[in-house]
């Protein structure tokens, strides 16, 4: 019993860890959730005298609990599950609280995630382990039946993808997040004037038929004329977050991971001069999207 209650209480300790982790690899709460629990049945079926370092035994249980969830929805050709059970260490059902989720998915970078979502399996557990927790290429070669050095080359391409190329110097990037984070304000705060302030007076916007602009899509001229419709039909807003978007600083909506919608700027003597509103899932799918490095 006193084994037990010990490894319980480490487990507990590990808990937020652990689901950290396998959120990371697996882009939903409820699955991680459902790492985390076949985690502590197996811990629960050990023998306790097995573990020198218990967090790094659990680190490569959840983690190949992980890799076999990505290969096996890859396999059935299915999305992630919204399905909780119950807990193992406490015997309570627990809800997945959006609020909770939306945290975590910030805590994350939600261009991150939708980078992270986009990658295979391997490249994905070798990117999260080594870069996001530490863990070394050995036993990541360990968890993934590949040598050191595949899983070293696998990681590195993985973070070539999430952090992107940018198209601009740093200086000319710095400016368009700025001038992004001005217009995303303004947004929030239902701020025609701080609108006007970031885009030139004859901006340009076009929207495609998907990101809710009528059958043929639509094009505005004139940021005036954009801003007072735009300030209307701003609930969105919330959502959006800056992103390397096709190179250049954009923003994305990206609830969970899932991209439903980009935004992508053209800049020009300090103002925005245009901006492309994108919803089709085929184009989302295609362009490339990247981690802004702060």
Not at 66 to 78: F, I, V
Not at 94 to 121: F, K, Q
Request: include cysteine; aromatic fraction near 6%.
């Amino acid at each position: 019993m006193g084994d037990s209650n010990w490894l319980a209480e480490r487990f507990e300790e590990n808990r937020e860890y652990l689901r950290g982790l396998a959120f990371r690899m697996l882009g939903s709460v409820a699955e991680a959730d459902d790492a985390v629990q076949e985690c502590w049945l197996r811990l629960s079926r050990s023998d306790s005298e097995q573990f020198g370092n218990l967090r790094a035994w659990l680190t490569t249980v959840v983690a190949r609990i992980c890799l076999d969830t990505m290969r096996s929805r890859k396999s059935k050709r299915e999305e992630p599950l919204d399905v909780m059970v119950p807990e193992p260490a406490s015997q309570q059902r627990h809800r997945v609280d959006p609020e909770a989720e939306a945290i975590l998915a910030d805590s994350v970078g939600h261009a991150t995630l939708v980078v992270l979502l986009r990658l295979n399996p391997i490249e994905r557990i070798s990117f999260v382990l080594h870069d996001l927790f530490g863990v070394p290429f050995e036993e990541i070669a360990r968890i993934t039946r590949r040598s050191p050095d595949a899983v070293r080359q696998t990681a590195s391409r993985a973070r070539r993808r999430i952090r992107g190329n940018a198209t601009v110097a740093e200086g000319e990037l710095g400016e368009q997040v700025s001038l992004v984070e001005k217009f995303l304000d303004g947004l929030r705060r239902g701020d025609i004037d701080l609108l006007l302030d970031v885009l030139d007076p004859q901006a340009v916007v076009r929207a495609d038929a998907a990101a809710g602009a009528g059958k043929d899509g639509v094009e505005i001229y004139g940021a005036e004329a954009w801003a007072r419709n735009a300030i209307e039909a701003a609930r969105g807003a919330r959502l959006a977050r800056a992103a390397l978007v096709g190179g250049s600083v954009g923003l994305i909506m990206a609830p969970r991971g899932r991209l439903i919608k980009a935004l992508r700027f053209s800049f020009a003597n300090g103002r925005i001069t245009a901006m492309e509103v994108i919803g089709d899932p085929q184009r989302l799918q295609e362009i490339e999207i990247a981690a802004l490095e702060r």
